[in-house]
T-cell receptor, first 106, second 115 residues
Framework: GIQVEQSPPDLILQEGANSTLRCNFS?????LQWFHQNPWGQLINLFY???GTKQNGRLSATTVATERYSLLYISSSQTTDSGVYFC????????FGKGTKLSVKP | GAVVSQHPSWVICKSGTSVKIECRSL??????MFWYRQFPKQSLMLMAT?????????EQGVEKDKFLINHASLTLSTLTVTSAHPEDSSFYIC???????????FGQGTRLTVV
C-alpha cells in the first residue's frame, strides 16, 4: 500500500515564526489533503491539494505530484496554530501520515 | 465544503455491550464512506471502506464480526462495535465522499470508552 511520511514529527516555534511541514508519499495519488486536528480530536480540513499551490490566509500548500511530496507553509504562527497536522493521500481511500505535532510558544 | 455529521460525540458503555455510531452526509450523497480509528497520540488508521448497498471492505487485522458496518442509504453509514471490551476504547472517525468527488469530508469523531 501507499506509504506516507511526514516531517518533522515535532516542531516547536516562537509565536510569529514561519514553518514548513513536509509530506512524502510512495505512489501516485489523485487525492491529497492536509488537516489540523484540534484538541477535541476534530479534523479541520485545511487543503484539498492533489497538485498545485493553494493559499488560505497565513497557510499555503504546494503539492508536486510528479515528485510525490507536498509542503504546508504556516506564516506568522500563532498559539492557536498548535496541534497536530496530518497529511492524507490516496486514490480511493485516504491513508494518513503520522502527523507533525506543532507547539507555538507565546 | 460538504458536511458530515457523526453521532454521538462521546459514549461510555459497559464491557460486553454493543454500541452504534452513526455517520451522516447532510448535503450530498455519499456513495463511499470510510471508518477510521485513532488511539491516543497516534495517527488515524483506516478500518473499512463501504459503498452504498454493498458489503464493507475491511482492512487487514480489523475483525468484521466485531465492527459491523452498514451503509444502507446514500446519506447514512453506521458502525456497531459488538461485545465491546476496554481495548476497543478509542476515537472513531468517519468520512464520506460523493460519486463525483475525490475529496473526502470528515465527521467530528466519536470518543468511545468501554468500562
Amino acid at each position: 500500500g501507499i506509504q506516507v511520511e511526514q516531517s518533522p514529527p515535532d516542531l516547536i516555534l516562537q509565536e510569529g515564526a514561519n514553518s514548513t511541514l513536509r509530506c512524502n508519499f510512495s505512489d501516485s495519488v489523485n487525492n491529497l489533503q492536509w488537516f489540523h486536528q484540534n484538541p477535541w480530536g476534530q479534523l479541520i480540513n485545511l487543503f484539498y491539494i492533489p497538485s498545485g499551490t493553494k493559499q488560505n490566509g497565513r497557510l499555503s500548500a504546494t503539492t508536486v505530484a510528479t515528485e510525490r511530496y507536498s509542503l504546508l507553509y504556516i506564516s506568522s504562527s500563532q498559539t492557536t496554530d498548535s496541534g497536530v497536522y496530518f497529511c492524507a493521500v490516496g486514490r480511493g481511500n485516504l491513508i494518513f501520515g503520522k502527523g507533525t505535532k506543532l507547539s507555538v510558544k507565546p | 465544503g460538504a458536511v458530515v455529521s457523526q453521532h454521538p460525540s462521546w459514549v461510555i458503555c459497559k464491557s460486553g455491550t454493543s454500541v452504534k455510531i452513526e455517520c451522516r452526509s447532510l448535503d450530498f450523497q455519499a456513495t463511499t464512506m470510510f471508518w477510521y480509528r485513532q488511539f491516543p497520540k497516534q495517527s488515524l488508521m483506516l478500518m473499512a471502506t463501504s459503498n452504498e448497498g454493498s458489503k464493507a471492505t475491511y482492512e487487514q487485522g480489523v475483525e468484521k464480526d466485531k465492527f459491523l458496518i452498514n451503509h444502507a442509504s446514500l446519506t447514512l453509514s453506521t458502525l456497531t462495535v459488538t461485545s465491546a471490551h476496554p481495548e476497543d476504547s478509542s476515537f472513531y472517525i468517519c468520512s464520506a465522499r460523493g460519486d463525483s468527488q475525490t475529496e473526502a469530508f470528515f465527521g467530528q469523531g466519536t470518543r468511545l470508552t468501554v468500562v
